[in-house]
Nanobody, 124 residues
Framework: QVQLVESGGGLVQAGGSLRLSCVAS????????MGWFRQAPGKEREFVAA????????YYADSVKGRFTISRDNAKNTLYLQINSLKPEDTGVYYC?????????????????WGQGTQVTVSS
């Protein structure tokens, strides 16, 4: 069993920045890949970014490349998402999740444990 707790969301103006955090407990953090997803009102949850167990490989949705940076600190059991140049379309609830085995990083079904989410709202 894994517990994930996100934090760092908030209300920001377009062009601003946020740093989201996800603290994991219950299993060896460095043993699994991690991902960030987001869900806007009335829309399906979508892939944002992911990172390998060691942090050596990262993956991004095209819509966030160059603006978002995913990272992890295995010593602190913490996953991060640095979000820069925020746009109103980035608004949504952001979730972190643990990835199962060798499944694709980009697919929602590849993830098994999820946090409760943190709200990001970007005003224009």
């Amino acid at each position: 069993q894994v517990q994930l707790v996100e934090s760092g969301g908030g209300l920001v103006q377009a062009g601003g920045s946020l740093r989201l955090s996800c603290v994991a407990s219950g299993r060896t953090f460095s043993s699994y890949g991690m991902g960030w997803f987001r869900q806007a009102p009335g829309k399906e949850r979508e892939f944002v970014a992911a990172i390998s167990r060691s942090g050596g490989s990262t993956y991004y949705a095209d819509s966030v490349k160059g603006r978002f940076t995913i990272s992890r600190d295995n010593a602190k059991n913490t996953l991060y998402l640095q979000i820069n140049s925020l746009k109103p379309e980035d608004t949504g609830v952001y979730y972190c999740a643990t990835k199962k085995g060798t499944y694709s990083y980009y697919v929602l079904a590849s993830y098994d444990y999820w946090g409760q989410g943190t709200q990001v709202t970007v005003s224009s």
